[in-house]
């Protein structure tokens, strides 16, 4: 791992989005209109949305994994150590580090080990709890409304929807809660519904940060895991298999160089999007136990106690071989 300065105006916004699956998403060609806002950024020539990959099948595995900068299962020590946490890594560089989740406190050992000591400004459920009853994930909007940026931020946004049940994501007066209806499957209508919420808290998130940075600006959103609605005879998540990892992922940035490389990946992973972060964050990683075009996604266990699957890129012939590791 090494370091670089930087003295330029700088925020980097990582948006952790939940349970979310890229098939019920228009943009990524969905017969619902589910994310209409989302195709009217998708005009702008800053912004790029592709399919990407996991590093685990439920939040705790992928987050622990995304968060940390981990690229292999069976690495607990750099796990729990949080040399190459995002967050440290930002604090380290003299970032502002601001942490605003609608779960409770449990989830910030999975973002950082510390229990928050990599952090400057935590908001949690457990802090807002009637806020986040009444405000369900809006409640992050309000509460970033609060905060005061400098000249270097660090920001994690830390969602609930779309986590199972469907109809609870929704805040207080939100009118499209039963916007799709009389489909084939009421969970599937339920679903949508709230990716369409989705669509919307989302384009808020990109609007706010559009107007209020200045200088170089950042904005990733990546889900932690899919949610199987029928696929493979599967729903919801937690089973180890490639369908639970595929995930969207969204970007949108006023640095050219970065959008090209990002462009540049077919079908990103975790590790690639979290060693991403890490760089305009000032810290090129280097992991030694890197193979070329080979990644991981966990299954229940973050250190692959519970099994794993080793997958390979065929960037040439855009494929992917996946091996379960029991």
């Known amino acids: 791992m090494s370091a670089r300065g930087g003295g330029h105006p700088i925020t980097v916004v990582y948006v952790m989005g939940e349970s979310i699956n890229a098939k019920h ?12 806002l989302m195709k009217k950024l998708s005009e702008k020539g800053d912004f790029y949305y592709t399919e990407g990959i996991a ?22 020590k750099l796990t729990n150590s949080c040399e190459t946490s995002l967050c440290k890594l930002a604090k380290d560089n003299g970032f502002k580090v601001i942490y605003i989740t609608s779960k409770f406190n449990k989830m910030i050992t999975s973002v950082c080990n510390m229990s ?40 994690i946004l830390h969602k609930r929807c779309a986590h199972t049940p469907y109809t609870a994501v929704f805040p207080e007066g939100y009118k499209n809660r039963t916007h799709f209806k009389n489909g084939k499957d009421k969970k599937v209508d339920e679903y949508d519904n709230a990716i369409l919420y989705e669509d919307t808290w989302l384009y808020r998130v990109f609007n706010k940060f559009n107007r209020r940075t200045h200088g170089k600006f950042y904005i990733i959103y990546a889900s932690d895991h899919n949610e199987l609605l029928g696929e493979n005879g599967l729903y919801s998540h937690g089973y180890l298999h490639p369908a639970v990892a595929d995930i969207p992922v969204i970007v949108q940035s006023n640095d050219a160089e970065f959008m090209r490389k990002f462009k540049a990946i077919y079908k990103p992973t975790h590790y690639e999007i979290s060693k991403m972060i890490a760089e305009v964050l000032g810290f090129q990683i280097k992991n030694p136990n890197e193979e070329k075009d080979v990644y991981y996604i966990n299954g229940l266990d973050y250190n692959g106690r519970a099994g794993y699957i080793r997958l390979k890129k065929d960037i040439k012939n855009k494929k992917i071989e996946y091996e379960l590791v029991n």
Do not use: W
Request: one cysteine or more; proline letters at 3%.
């Open 116 to 155: 928050g000591k990599y952090m400057d400004v935590i908001e949690t459920a457990s802090t807002n709890k009637a806020h986040v009853e009444r405000r369900k994930d809006d409640c992050i909007l309000d509460l970033l409304d609060k905060q005061e940026f400098t000249d270097k931020n660090f920001i």
């Open 25 to 36: 998403m228009s943009i990524f060609g969905y017969e619902r209109e589910t994310t209409p």
């Open 55 to 76: 590093g685990g099948v439920c939040t705790i595995a992928s987050s622990k994994f995304m968060a940390n900068v981990i690229y292999e299962p069976n690495n607990g």
